[in-house]
């Protein structure tokens, strides 16, 4: 690892807490019962290369200094396009912090995880009416005005019959949708297994085959770059394989509520802590951070997740539209 050329990061996902008001049966988050949180000031020390930053928790909704934590990421990356990733179950709260943090950052997206079409939902999340709370918590954002808002689903072999549903609600409202595949993780997902996740095989490739056409029909290409990744996450969830390769603790980090930062949210190998260092760029350099990419390379797991794949797909444009041009003409029929 010593001669690697090392990267600036341009992706990351932050975990701001461990504080949770949901009960997935995918995630032990809730489970955790200590809540230590950053303090603001620490973000200051995030490097200007950021162009994405996903504002994750535990719910980060629940963090009362969520408007004071995007001002201050927008401060230090001021490139960085900004998503909040939430569980949207407090409708009123949200739309409040929202009218703060629109004032700071006017382009700042939200993702409202919904793993099932009503009913569903409810059973993936263990909370009392969970689809209608999303669906105010849409209704309200709507009306704020915002157009950044996606619904993020997360497979699992109890809802995948649903996957397309979603899909196609996110279709009439006009918004984006967005997908993942149920880890293990020791430090995102409070170290729930999910190593058993096998969606039934015929009814996965029949919902994927459904959004894939969906998105390669439109003539939007930020749409078709989604087919693209929706097929490689298809294909990372049936063969363990990344159709590209990604970079964790290269171009992408993941940082915990305690300053802990990862190679990636599957990655447990720890680079550091920011508490201790100067600026994240210090760390970013360290020994332990060259440890842990060196882990990464000999002992981690493929990965393909929104986060990682982004800077993947960046990466190798020609293969990207290769793949594209191979499968808009005439749709996808098989996988
Ligand atoms: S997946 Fe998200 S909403 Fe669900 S328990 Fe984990 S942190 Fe909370």
């Known amino acids: ?39 603001v000031e620490e973000y200051k020390k995030l490097p200007s290369s950021l162009r994405d930053v996903n504002i994750s928790g535990g719910e ?16 230090a990356a001021p490139k960085a396009r900004m998503v909040i990733s939430t569980n949207g179950f407090m409708p009123q709260l949200i739309e409040k912090q929202m009218k703060e943090i629109l004032k700071i ?22 909370i009392p009416n969970a689809w209608e709370k999303d669906m105010e918590t849409l209704d309200r954002l ?50 729930s297994n999910n190593d058993n996740n096998k969606p039934d095989l015929e009814v996965l490739k029949k919902q994927y085959i459904h959004l894939i056409n969906g998105e390669l029909k439109s003539w939007h290409p930020k749409r078709w770059v989604r087919a693209f990744f929706a097929h490689g996450l298809y294909k990372f969830s ?20 305690r300053g802990v930062v990862y190679p990636s949210v599957v990655h447990n190998y720890p680079m550091g802590n920011i508490q201790n260092y100067d600026t994240l760029d210090d760390l970013w350099h360290s020994d332990t951070a060259n440890d842990a ?43």
């Open 238 to 257: 049936i063969e363990k394989v990344q159709v590209l390769n990604n970079d964790p603790g290269n171009k992408f980090f993941y940082l915990d509520p």
């Open 1 to 39: 690892m010593q001669n690697m050329k090392i990267q600036n990061p341009i992706d990351c996902v932050l975990g701001i807490t461990y504080k949770c008001n949901s009960r997935c049966v995918m995630c032990d988050i809730w489970k955790i019962k200590d809540f230590p949180e950053l303090p």
């Open 293 to 335: 990419r060196e882990k990464v390379v000999n002992l981690g797991r493929p990965a393909w997740m929104i986060c990682t794949a982004r800077t993947a797909i960046k990466k190798n444009p020609q293969k990207v539209v290769k793949w594209i041009v191979q499968n808009k003409i005439g749709g996808m029929r098989d996988l």
């Open 105 to 126: 950052k006017p382009d700042i997206g939200i993702a409202i995880s919904v793993d099932g079409y009503g009913d569903m939902h409810e059973e993936i999340r263990k």
């Open 142 to 191: 709507q009306k704020l005005g915002m157009k950044n808002l996606r619904l993020a689903f997360t497979i699992l072999p109890q809802n995948v019959q649903d996957f397309s549903k979603v899909y196609d609600e996110t279709r009439k409202r006009g918004i984006q949708f967005t997908h993942a595949f149920a880890q293990s993780s020791e430090h995102y997902f409070g170290g």
């Open 60 to 75: 980060p909704f629940l963090r009362g200094d969520i408007p004071e934590i995007i001002a201050t990421v927008k401060k």
